[in-house]
């Protein structure tokens, strides 16, 4: 079983509709929970970030962690053609120093115009 | 700030060859990462640096793979001989201080494809 499991997609939805994204996880120890977005032919660029239990919103996206149910989302209200891209979780292990970042496969995302 | 430059976009070359991989991290950045990119196992972390000393390779697939960083402006990653399943995504990234407090900073990645 991979650490961080995350449907691939893809996913298409019309403008204007709200986008939920999620990705499951085996490991408690993971501490921090993080969102990136790649474009294509780019590198993924970070899109959010949080430590916690709950929600987090920044404008059009909400991050959403249930350390509980081992569960993230990211919610995108007011979507738009510019959000097509391929977005990827990512969780971080910080243990004294030592640092580890395990990515999703990321879900590809188009929005219809 | 011109970002995480990684020369050459893309690189095509036959099974056997050398491949070079170039990375120019962010002024001041003391993490440098290199991962690859593939559709079935998505960014697989393949080594990293902390102000120019290897941390952590358990990711470098086999010995066929090296990487240096031998100032705190360039990283390369070579693969040598190259084979058709190194085909993938070369990313380069960096960051400040570790990732707790400094996102990951990515460059637009080496196309690589091994013919």
């Known amino acids: 079983q991979k650490e961080v499991e995350q449907d691939p997609g893809p996913l298409s939805v019309p403008e204007g509709a709200i986008v939920s994204l999620n990705c499951t996880y085996s490991?408690?120890?993971?501490?921090?929970f993080m969102w990136y977005r790649q474009y294509s032919r780019k590198g993924p660029e970070l899109l959010m970030y949080t430590y916690s239990s709950g929600n987090k919103e920044d404008g059009r996206f909400t991050a959403q962690v249930d350390k509980s149910s081992k569960y993230i989302s990211l919610f995108i209200r007011d979507s738009q053609p510019s959000d097509s891209a391929t977005y990827l979780c990512?969780?971080?292990?910080?243990?004294?120093?030592?640092?580890?970042?395990?990515f999703g496969t990321g879900t590809r995302l188009t929005i219809i115009p | 700030d011109a970002g995480v430059i990684q020369s050459p976009r893309h690189e095509v070359t036959e099974m056997g060859q050398e491949v070079t991989l170039r990375c120019k991290p962010i002024s001041g950045h003391d993490y440098l990462f290199w991962y690859r990119q593939t559709m079935m196992r998505g960014l697989e972390l393949l080594i990293y640096f902390n102000n120019n000393v290897p941390i952590d390779d358990s990711g470098m697939p086999e010995d066929r793979f090296s990487a240096k960083m031998p100032n705190a402006s360039f990283s390369t990653l070579k693969i040598q001989p190259s084979e058709p399943r190194d085909s993938a995504v070369y990313f380069c990234?960096?960051?400040?201080?570790?990732?707790?407090?400094?996102?990951?900073?990515f460059g637009n990645g080496t196309r690589l494809t091994v013919t």
């Open positions: 990512a969780l971080l292990i910080s243990n004294f120093g030592n640092e580890k970042l395990t």
């Open positions: 990234a960096s960051s400040f201080s570790g990732q707790m407090n400094s996102p990951l900073h």
């Open positions: 490991n408690s120890a993971f501490q921090y």
